[in-house]
């Protein structure tokens, strides 16, 4: 093979891939390092200036010195690579963080099990406490393989993602950790850009993009009140009314699957590398076709429909959108509520409240106020949270899939 392009052109190794990112023909050394300094470059906020031209967003990192974070660990190798670099990148760059790996097992047998034994080892190999909650103990009884037993596998994983949702917050607060990372990586994000651009839902093209959701919100960014003196008052009535908001970050955002798979083989990383077998055949199966084609043609396509509904985002100045691109739900969501209640005849609200507003009257949902879920205590715009209707409904044996997907 050619001369490695990155190595200094006096003493260049030889080539022993070619990135599929970039194309350019590298060592395994230059790879390993170009690989790890883009994630931390992502970690410093420059991937979101790099990448995107249009953001005039300053650089902010994704953590804060002395954070306890956990990474959401399925034994995959997106979160397997991810527990790795996090570790290697912490010590190497003095982050100052206190990881820790939470895994939820789902109860799908010769599936989870299995992955769960390579997140064990993970937590051994990277020195990383390991804290598991299944579904089980968590839904009365409910693991996956009962629930695909009761209502079949069309719209199981919206069970799944609603389930696994909360059960990752409800991991992080036994953990004591406001933020969890998990291994979403570019390809993930590009294909629910292109999802959700076909379902003509652009308020999520927006979010989707989003490399940090949730949080704590600031008390200024919690009142829109003019009254500056109110704002403390507020937010702690907001602070009250809301449990505890937790923070998911996307380090793997501009990470293409291709090079992670290519990091996990040359590290000889340990992963567990089997599908779901309940995994979705709907939509999303097109939407990934449709991405990895396009990256066969044209490899930055993938980063292209990421910038995309970046672009997006930022030209329609979104309620809910805070500086340095994180999103605050509870003023998205106030926002979808308000044009729900503004009607299809009412005054637009801009930005994505006009857009919604569409969607919103069309679906015909009641104005929504944000509340604690009666039963759980979960952040929620209804009486009860989707998990627990869901399990209302799976308790009662009246299955009910008709909640939007998380
Ligand atoms: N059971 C789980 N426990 C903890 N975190 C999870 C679990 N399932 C998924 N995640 C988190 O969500 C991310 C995306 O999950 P997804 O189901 O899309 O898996 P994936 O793309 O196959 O990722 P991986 O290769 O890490 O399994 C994972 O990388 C991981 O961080």
Request: charged share 25%; proline share 4%; hydrophobic share 35%.
């Amino acid at each position: 093979m050619a001369p490695c392009s990155l190595c200094p052109p006096s003493s260049p190794r030889r080539a022993l891939l070619r990135r599929p990112k970039t194309l350019q023909a590298v060592c395994k050394e230059c790879f390993f390092d170009v690989f790890e300094t883009e994630i931390h470059h992502t970690i410093m906020g420059y991937g979101q200036a790099e990448h995107a031209p249009h953001c005039e967003q300053p650089p902010k990192s994704l953590f804060a010195r002395g954070e306890r974070v956990a990474i959401g660990a399925s034994g995959g190798k997106d979160s397997t690579v991810l527990a790795y670099i996090m570790t290697l990148l912490n010590a190497r760059y003095d982050y100052g963080l206190d990881l820790c790996l939470l895994s939820i097992d789902e109860g799908i047998s010769g599936y989870r099990d299995a992955s769960l034994d390579t997140v064990k080892r993970n937590a051994e190999q990277y020195d990383l406490p390991l804290k598991i909650l299944s579904y089980s103990e968590l839904y009365g009884g409910w693991t996956m393989d009962r629930v695909v037993s009761e209502i079949g596998k069309k719209g199981n994983c919206t069970y799944c993602g609603v389930f696994r949702r909360q059960a990752l917050d409800r991991g992080a607060d036994l953990l004591d950790v406001d933020h969890i990372v998990t291994g979403h990586n570019a390809d993930d994000v590009a294909e629910t850009v292109l999802m959700n651009v076909l379902r003509g839902d652009i308020s999520r093209v927006a979010r989707c993009t989003a490399i940090t959701t949730g949080g704590d919100p600031s008390p200024s960014s919690l009142s829109s009140s003019s009254a500056k003196a109110n704002e403390e008052e507020e937010a702690d009535r907001l602070e009250a009314l809301l449990p505890r908001a937790i923070k998911r970050s996307k380090p793997f955002k501009y990470a293409y699957e291709k090079e992670i798979v290519m990091y996990a083989y040359f590290k000889k990383l340990d992963y567990h590398s089997t599908e779901c077998i309940y995994a979705p055949t709907a939509y999303r199966g097109y939407a990934r076709a449709l991405v990895k084609d396009l990256e066969a043609i044209r490899p930055s396509a993938i980063v292209d429909l990421i910038y995309s509904g970046e672009a997006l985002a930022s030209s329609l100045a979104l309620p809910g959108r805070r500086a340095g691109g994180e999103w605050d739900d509870k003023a998205l969501l106030a926002a979808a509520a308000a044009a729900a209640a503004a009607g299809p005849g009412g005054e637009s609200q801009g930005g994505v409240g006009a857009l919604l507003k569409g969607r919103t009257a069309s679906r015909k949902k009641a104005p929504q106020v944000q509340q604690s879920c009666e039963r759980c205590g979960s952040m929620t715009s209804q009486r009860l949270c989707q998990a627990c209707m869901l399990l209302e409904g799976l308790n009662k044996g009246a299955a009910r899939v008709d909640v939007a997907a998380a």
